[in-house]
């Protein structure tokens, strides 16, 4: 039996998923919208959640960022599954980009949820941590192919002439539209990255909390971000997130890090 949130504002959809997983013997919690399911993850973490993206106040797409970057491990190891009228190809590949495990459009067919759940919380299922980095990965592949108007299926590399597809839903509103990660780009100014920027980077891709980064530096987590942030001019990545997003999907590798702690992040 799991421990399951669900978050959804429309009675009905709460109802339909609460009794179908609690058929299959799960002990699930509902909050009503985005600021009770943080004060809930917070309070209690649960086994997963099944969370709604278009919510009044705190929506979807907030919730899912709080927990996929919560101090807290057992809270970012939370498995997310976005359950939601949003049926676009880039609302889909947004949710597996920031860190959702499943991306469910209304309407579903209930009886998979209590399937999904169990392949997600299985004994012998990879870590979460390793099924969202899986899922992080095809979806920027996806973004990639779409990008070049690549056909799915083959290669990213394989770019078509024309323009490109633009896919600016990925983006939070009022964030400015933009391209897909170029990845390539990305990796071809590693270089430019000093020694301890780089150990940074590694630490962060590892899936280690902000926290456990600072202290392994010895730095605070207002010196981890702003290092961060000048990673992300160096790379030319457009925010934080989208670099915590390619460094967690294996986008960037890791190489040996350098003996000893060395010099703490520049402010």
């Known amino acids: 039996m799991a421990r399951v949130l669900v978050v959804d504002d429309e009675p009905d959809i709460v109802e339909l998923?609460?009794?179908?997983?609690?058929?299959?013997?799960?002990?699930?919690?509902?909050?009503?919208n985005g600021e009770e399911a943080l004060a809930a993850v917070r309070h209690d973490?649960?086994?997963a959640v099944?969370?709604?993206?278009?919510?009044?106040?705190?929506?979807?797409?907030?919730?899912?960022?709080e927990i996929k970057g919560s101090d807290s491990a057992r809270i970012a190891r939370t498995p997310v599954f976005m359950v939601t009228a949003k049926g676009q190809p880039e609302d889909r590949l947004r949710g597996g980009?920031?860190?959702?495990?499943?991306?469910?459009?209304?309407?579903?067919?209930?009886?998979?949820?209590g399937s999904i759940l169990d392949a997600?919380?299985?004994?012998?299922?990879?870590?979460?941590?390793?099924?969202?980095?899986?899922?992080?990965?095809?979806?920027?592949?996806?973004?990639?192919?779409?990008?070049?108007?690549?056909?799915?299926?083959?290669p990213?590399?394989?770019?078509?002439?024309?323009?490109?597809?633009?896919?600016?839903?990925?983006?939070r509103t009022p964030t400015p539209a933009r391209a897909a990660p170029d990845?390539?780009?990305?990796?071809?100014?590693?270089?430019?990255?000093?020694?301890?920027?780089r150990r940074l980077l590694d630490a962060v891709a590892a899936d280690a909390p902000i926290t456990a980064v600072a202290d392994d530096l010895g730095v605070s987590r207002g010196n981890v971000y702003s290092t961060?942030?000048?990673?992300?001019?160096?790379?030319?990545?457009?925010?934080?997130?989208?670099?915590?997003?390619?460094?967690?999907?294996?986008?960037?590798?890791?190489?040996?890090?350098?003996e000893g702690p060395g010099p703490p992040p520049r402010s």
């Open 228 to 258: 961060l942030r000048r990673i992300v001019r160096t790379l030319g990545v457009t925010s934080t997130e989208e670099l915590l997003a390619l460094a967690r999907s294996g986008a960037f590798g890791a190489r040996d890090r350098p």
């Open 120 to 154: 997600a919380l299985a004994d012998d299922a990879p870590p979460e941590p390793e099924q969202r980095r899986r899922v992080q990965v095809a979806s920027l592949e996806e973004v990639a192919r779409r990008e070049r108007r690549v056909p799915t299926g083959a």
């Open 45 to 47: 973490p649960p086994d």
């Open 183 to 197: 990845v390539a780009a990305a990796r071809a100014r590693l270089d430019g990255l000093t020694a301890t920027q």
């Open 97 to 113: 980009i920031e860190g959702a495990l499943r991306y469910l459009v209304k309407p579903f067919d209930a009886a998979e949820l």
């Open 156 to 171: 990213a590399s394989e770019a078509a002439s024309g323009p490109a597809v633009r896919l600016t839903r990925l983006e």
């Open 17 to 32: 998923i609460r009794i179908n997983l609690e058929l299959e013997g799960h002990d699930v919690t509902v909050a009503r």
């Open 50 to 65: 099944f969370l709604d993206v278009g919510m009044p106040g705190i929506d979807g797409w907030t919730v899912l960022t």
